[in-house]
């Protein structure tokens, strides 16, 4: 009986192959959500079609209905990566251990180099939650709500320990996200007031220092 060779086995040399499949297919569909974020946003998810997101990323609406079979299922895509960027950012708030001006500051700089660096994501969200959170809100419910009641209890113990200055910490948060992610949400507006294209870095930087300035006077404790 001869030999069989390696390759001979059944599955053996297809495995790089379907791993190589499952590398590239992961990210076509990531790269076809980072077109649809834009359309979204652009557009609203009413105006948006799949064959205007094809067109957008170069691909045939069959093609892409290969790999989201519905807007709903590509829309759901697109808002899933906008919360993980979102609420990665928002997991260092909860620090209990180091100093509130120091986590409230870097929290700020964070909110605000994502309304810098996703604008487009930032504003699909944004139009989510106008329109009422009717196609996303019950992952909002299980994922923002129990990481922002979590952050509240970290406020309420600095409150407690001596450390911040008494003060709603639910509305502090609220106003900080209407702060910072309106400098993506706003922009057009915010550059037309300014006469220009569009906002600068140095813009954020200047928004940057005003907010954090706000904050830290509301959280500082009054003079003895």
């Known amino acids: 009986m001869p030999a069989v060779k390696p390759n001979a086995i059944p599955g053996l040399a297809a495995a790089p192959k379907v791993k190589r499949r499952v590398i590239n297919r992961d990210k076509l569909e990531t790269d076809i959500a980072a077109v649809a974020v834009r359309v979204f946003a652009e557009c ?3 105006g948006t079609s799949i064959a205007a997101i094809a067109d957008a990323a170069g691909l045939s609406k069959q093609n892409l209905m290969y790999y989201y079979p519905t807007k709903q299922a590509l829309y759901q895509r ?3 990566d906008v919360l993980d960027d979102w609420l990665a950012r928002m997991e260092s708030l909860a620090d209990e251990e180091h100093d509130p001006h120091d ?6 700089q964070a909110k605000l180099r994502f309304s810098r660096e996703q604008p487009w994501a930032s504003k699909v969200y944004a139009m989510e939650i106008i329109s009422g959170a009717q196609l996303y809100g019950e992952q909002i419910k299980n994922r923002v709500v129990p990481l922002l009641r979590k952050d509240i209890d970290v406020f ?9 200055a008494p003060l709603n910490a639910t509305h502090l948060l609220f106003m900080i996200w209407a702060m910072t992610q ?3 949400d ?5 550059a037309l007031v300014l006469e220009r294209k569009q906002l600068t870095r140095q813009d954020y930087d200047d928004g940057e220092e005003t907010i954090v300035r706000m904050v830290m006077a509301a959280i ?5």
């Open 44 to 46: 609203g998810y009413e």
């Open 103 to 108: 986590v409230l500051r870097t929290y700020i």
């Open 78 to 80: 697109v808002l899933d």
């Open 220 to 224: 500082s404790l009054p003079a003895p």
């Open 182 to 184: 309106s400098y993506a």
């Open 186 to 190: 706003f922009s057009a507006q915010m």
């Open 156 to 164: 309420e113990r600095w409150i407690a320990a001596g450390r911040i």
